[in-house]
């Protein structure tokens, strides 16, 4: 019952026809990315690159690339996962007690790891500019491991029960990385590493750290789980795959997995950081050059037969989405017991997850009231904002359950609910200075930003409009204005030209022009936006530029506004500047040429014919 190592999930998915193997010389760099994102996107099968430039491993891509196929790669073990969530097992009880779990019987005992004296990962070794090169976009700083699973333990001990398993980038080559001896470790805010590195230092010494590559599926996944405190990622794997996870280990080192494909292990300094990055990332930008921690390798493991699994990332949908909707399909009947009084919450793929969440939440704080304003939604908003990943988000749109409320997976429905109660005086919270994503560049600085909860509650006050009012008169250089969807309109602005962090007179002077009454304000959403054709030929569009391209605390404006015991609003509609700016980093554009290339592989006769 579920597959042991990559070697068995690539004949299964053969086998039923879910994979297709490339026999062409592909080059990683570059092309294979490429060639995984044009089959991603048309909902078409794995891939095995066979016969890999400049590297004797061959290389497995879009492997969780539908959410169907990764439904498919863990059929025997949904089940009991949906019954753990059923019951609302908690993870540290289960640990403690797996024989107990009623219904749930041997398949406990997959929470728990096995040691085991040898396996196949130590029968071979190699050397870092061996691996596969992946380079998945032009301006790349080199080449990156896309699917790592990082671990590390807690300096103070505690063995795998102080464990943390997490998907944190790796740069292999590039910048000043001393070649085959070191590589980068680009982890972001919020993540689990942090505390080993923090105790780390703290104790002024290096932290041991083996890198995953490969093995079972179940792994990968693991990786990118949101866990609650309590359950070891290393557990999660175990139950999800449907075995334990068998786990060796040298002298002096971390465990390893024994099915793992490739194993680099190492230590992170305490103190010493390289410049790592560029790399093109998947809020569909690049993330820059930034000083981060540095891996001292010792060693490469792989196995036998070794196969290489890589992803690409960039402006979504990409293949992160169907991992972001199978976490979501395992998941989200758990949050109200995580967060009280919230019904459901949804991280918006389009707009790159973390700069916009979507919420529902309850209203009981005075059910007698006539009219309902937002009050405990205000509170669950905080807790929210207070949880684990989810506090990266950047704008929080929240919801009471009320009669009429749309599913929250449905944006557009859900931004019209928001739109048409929304009190622009009484409904905006803003976080000034605040921590946001590492990979946003629309804040202050790194890891600095600001946050806006924009809470809706009651019954409708506004009809959205949907047509342009007539006779509309706006300032010089501003124009081609365009209706994105009810109630929400575009408008070209002037290049962006104010310093980061500092909000645009040019924008002020426009809203304080435009008269509270005026019928541009029937519109209670405007944008500010370099091209109001592309914001408004889709819905996607307007997501993923609108927030990925601005800081609520510097880009956010307002006609009529008002400031009231420090708590700023508007009478007219709220603006949002979501114009391209000096300080962002500049966004994934493909190359032409190589997709030519491409193309030619989907010819009549080639492997990719009728899939692209």
Same mark, same amino acid.
């Given at each position: ?54 590297? +004797? ?24 996962? /949906? ?56 301006? %790349? ?58 105790? !780390?230092?703290? $104790? ?76 093109? %990332? ?22 036998? @037969? ?18 972001? $909707? ?25 707009? @790159? ?16 009231? /006539? ?10 908003? +905080? ?18 359950? /009320? ?19 929304? #009190? ?15 990979? %946003?560049? +629309? ?5 600095? @930003? ?8 009651? +019954? ?18 501003? #124009? ?42 029937? *519109? ?11 914001? !408004?030929? #889709?819905?996607?569009? *307007?997501?993923? !530029? ?67």
């Amino acid at each position: 019952m579920g597959y042991r190592n990559l070697q068995e999930t690539v004949a299964d998915l053969e086998r039923h026809g879910r994979l297709i193997r490339i026999e062409q010389e592909i080059d990683p760099r570059l092309e294979a990315g490429a060639i995984q994102r044009r089959v991603y996107a048309a909902g078409g099968p794995a891939l095995l690159f066979t016969r890999v430039k400049g590297c +004797s491993f061959p290389m497995l891509g879009n492997l969780f690339g539908t959410l169907e196929r990764t439904r498919f790669l863990f059929r025997d073990t949904l089940p009991v996962i /949906e019954k753990m969530v059923t019951c609302k097992l908690n993870p540290a009880s289960v640990l403690k007690n797996p024989f107990k779990l009623p219904g749930l019987g041997l398949a406990a005992l997959n929470l728990l790891p096995k040691k085991i004296g040898n396996g196949p990962i130590l029968e071979q070794q190699t050397t870092v500019d061996a691996l596969p090169q992946l380079v998945s976009w032009p301006d %790349d700083g080199g080449a990156f491991i896309t699917l790592p699973q990082v671990y590390t333990e807690h300096p103070d001990g505690g063995g795998f029960k102080q464990s943390n398993l997490g998907m944190y980038r790796v740069q292999l080559s590039g910048n000043d990385y001393e070649q085959n001896r070191e590589v980068g470790l680009h982890y972001q805010i919020h993540r689990g590493i942090g505390v080993h590195h923090a105790a !780390a230092v703290a $104790a002024g010494k290096p932290l041991p750290v083996n890198i995953f590559v490969g093995g079972p599926p179940s792994m990968t996944v693991a990786a990118v789980m949101p866990l609650p405190e309590g359950m070891p990622e290393l557990s999660f794997a175990g139950l999800l795959g449907g075995h334990r996870i068998g786990m060796v280990s040298q002298p002096g080192q971390l465990p390893i997995p024994a099915e793992a494909d490739f194993c680099l292990v190492g230590t992170i300094d305490p103190h010493a950081t390289r410049p790592e990055g560029p790399f093109g %990332d998947h809020l569909g930008y690049y993330s820059l050059k930034h000083d981060f921690p540095v891996v001292k390798v010792e060693q490469v493991y792989h196995r036998p @037969g070794a196969i290489w699994p890589f992803t690409t990332v960039g402006r979504p949908p990409q293949e992160d989405t169907s991992f972001g $909707a199978f976490i979501h399909e395992l998941t989200g009947e758990l949050i109200p017991d995580f967060l009280p009084g919230v019904r459901a919450v949804h991280a918006v793929d389009a707009a @790159g997850v973390h700069p916009l969440l979507l919420a529902i939440g309850s209203e009981r704080y005075t059910p007698y009231d /006539e009219q309902q304003e937002p009050k405990e939604i205000l509170t669950q908003a +905080s807790a929210i904002l207070g949880n684990g990943q989810l506090s990266l988000a950047k704008y929080l749109l929240i919801a009471a359950e /009320e009669e009429g409320v749309p599913d929250i997976h449905d944006v557009p429905a859900f931004f019209r609910y928001i739109l048409e109660r929304v #009190d622009w005086r009484r409904d905006l919270h803003f976080s000034t200075r605040t921590t946001i994503d590492t990979l %946003d560049y +629309s804040g202050h600085a790194l890891n600095l @930003g600001s946050k806006l909860v924009i809470a809706a509650a009651g +019954s409708k006050v506004r009809e959205l409009p949907m047509q342009l009012p007539d006779n509309l008169d706006l300032s010089d250089g501003f #124009d081609k204005p365009r209706v994105v969807a009810p109630g929400i309109l575009a408008i070209c602005a002037p290049p962006a030209t104010s310093p980061r962090g500092e909000s645009d007179p040019a924008i002020e002077k426009l809203c304080a022009a435009i008269p509270v009454d005026a019928p541009l304000n029937r *519109f209670p959403l405007l944008l500010l936006v370099d091209d109001s054709e592309f914001i !408004a030929a #889709d819905f996607d569009n *307007f997501l993923w !530029a609108v927030f990925t391209r601005s800081n609520p605390a510097t880009d956010v404006y307002g006609i009529g506004t008002e400031l009231h015991a420090k708590h700023w609003g508007c009478r007219g509609a709220l603006v949002i500047d979501a114009r391209s700016k000096a300080h962002h980093a500049p966004p994934l554009i493909d190359d032409p040429e190589l997709e030519k290339r491409v193309d030619a592989l989907g010819a009549k006769g080639q492997p990719l014919s009728g899939i692209i």
